[in-house]
């Protein structure tokens, strides 16, 4: 198997201490609301963060709701006509936290404005501090910096100059988090480190807005600077010997180890769940390839060797690969967990229709008194509902289950 703990080591250094504060911002049963800018807004559309979140909490789960809007800035949030205030939407899901993704558009403003942006930052905390949008405590806030500029060549020619702002930014928001006593997620040298890797997909699709391989590689790390030493889940590692029938593993229990010249096969159990499959068929930078679910089996006889769980086929490698170690994401355990990340994005595409639906005019604008606009806001309501009761079954679809596992020799 690769050695993999000296990159875990090196990783964990640089993303591990972006939080301000000694407990977790986020705990189990929260009402959390995601606000900010693009990042932020595009975080409900590919859904890594939240179902992470959810396998972290599945037992007094989590709620969102992303009330984040592209291109919005701390001073600049502009909404259609009539709009539901922010203030009402953070009361209505009874908001214990929010997370607030800024610094992005900010940054335009160079060296010279980032006094506006500590002020501006500063009178966006006090709008919320003491607030008890739950009706009972007062909300948390926690502050997230702007991702790195991707180098993408002529579309990005001033790579450089970006960064240094951005880099700028994200330690005006570190000073202000600190001086509240606010958690403070740093996302901008995790990214930049990932990006100045050769090896790998590219983050964005234009240097700032990730695509959904970089909302996949950025949640993990936003995840742990979350959860900072606290119960941090590894990546499910399983390695075994064929000729001893032994083995150990992290994550899952083995069990019923038996092998014979057609190969190994034993049964898995799974103690927490799996890592979700990268969305690339490319191969991963060595300081994201740590983060896939592996099987390595040493003393296999030389040949070509197919795995199948529970009948379903997931990988065929040779001897050689199985014993240096093979990603094994597509099992049917990480296909469930991607149904989960499915299920995500639909409870927040139905909560964005009763939110942000496209028709505002009919809802909210001159419109709303035509037959049409009379009809809309009774179907926003029940688009409302519609979230609610998916919030409420999303972390009874995290399930942990034993599978029977076999490695078979592949017959020419």
């Known amino acids: 198997m690769k050695c993999i703990i000296p990159i875990l080591a090196v990783f964990g250094c640089l993303i591990g201490n972006g939080s301000a504060t000694a407990d977790p911002p986020i705990r189990p049963g929260d009402h959390v609301a995601i606000v900010g800018n693009t990042f ?15 396998q972290k909490t599945s037992d007094t789960p989590i709620s969102i709701r992303n009330l984040g809007w592209g291109g919005d800035m701390l001073t600049a949030r502009d909404r259609p006509t009539n709009f539901p205030t922010e203030e ?21 403003a160079g060296e010279r404005g980032i006094e506006k942006f500590k002020a501006d930052l500063e009178a966006w905390i006090e709008s919320h501090r003491g ?5 009972k405590t007062e909300v948390r806030l926690v502050l997230v910096s702007p991702i790195a500029c991707e180098d993408l060549g002529h579309l990005t020619p001033n790579l450089d100059g970006r960064n240094h702002d951005l880099q700028s930014y994200t330690r005006a928001m570190r000073e202000v988090a600190e001086s509240a006593d ?26 700032i807005h990730l695509n959904q391989y970089g909302y996949w590689a950025i949640s993990r790390t936003f995840l742990n600077q979350l959860f900072p030493e606290h119960d941090e889940t590894p990546p499910w590692q399983m390695r075994m010997d064929a000729n001893a029938k032994t083995g150990t593993a992290i994550g899952v229990e083995l069990a019923d180890i038996a092998s014979d010249e057609t190969g190994i096969q034993f049964r898995v159990t799974e103690m927490t769940p799996p890592h979700l499959p990268p969305p690339a068929d490319s191969p991963l930078p060595p300081q994201l390839e740590f983060l896939r679910d592996t099987l390595a089996v040493e003393n296999l006889p030389p040949g070509t060797y197919a795995l199948t769980v529970d009948g379903e086929h997931v990988a065929t490698a040779s001897a050689d690969q199985w014993t240096k170690g093979v990603a094994i994401d597509a099992s049917p355990a990480h296909a469930e967990a991607e149904s989960v990340r499915a299920a995500v994005n639909d409870k927040n595409l139905q909560f964005t229709y009763s939110w942000k639906a ?49 490695l078979s020799r592949v017959t020419q």
């Open 182 to 207: 606010l958690a403070f997620i740093d996302l901008f040298e995790p990214s930049r480190y990932l990006m100045d890797e050769q090896k790998g997909p590219n983050l964005t699709t234009n240097g």
């Open 40 to 54: 932020a807004d595009q975080l409900r559309i590919h859904g890594y963060l939240e179902t992470l979140l959810l």
């Open 358 to 406: 496209l028709n505002q005019v009919h809802i909210v604008g001159e419109r709303r008194s035509s037959p049409s606009g009379r009809a809309l806001p009774g179907e926003v309501i029940q688009f409302s509902e519609l979230a609610k009761e998916r919030d409420a079954n999303l972390a009874k679809r995290i399930r942990l289950a034993t599978r029977q596992w076999r």
């Open 88 to 108: 009402t939407t953070l009361r209505d899901h009874q908001t214990d936290v929010i997370v607030a993704c800024f610094g992005m558009g900010e940054s335009f």
């Open 131 to 135: 607030r008890k949008y739950n009706g």
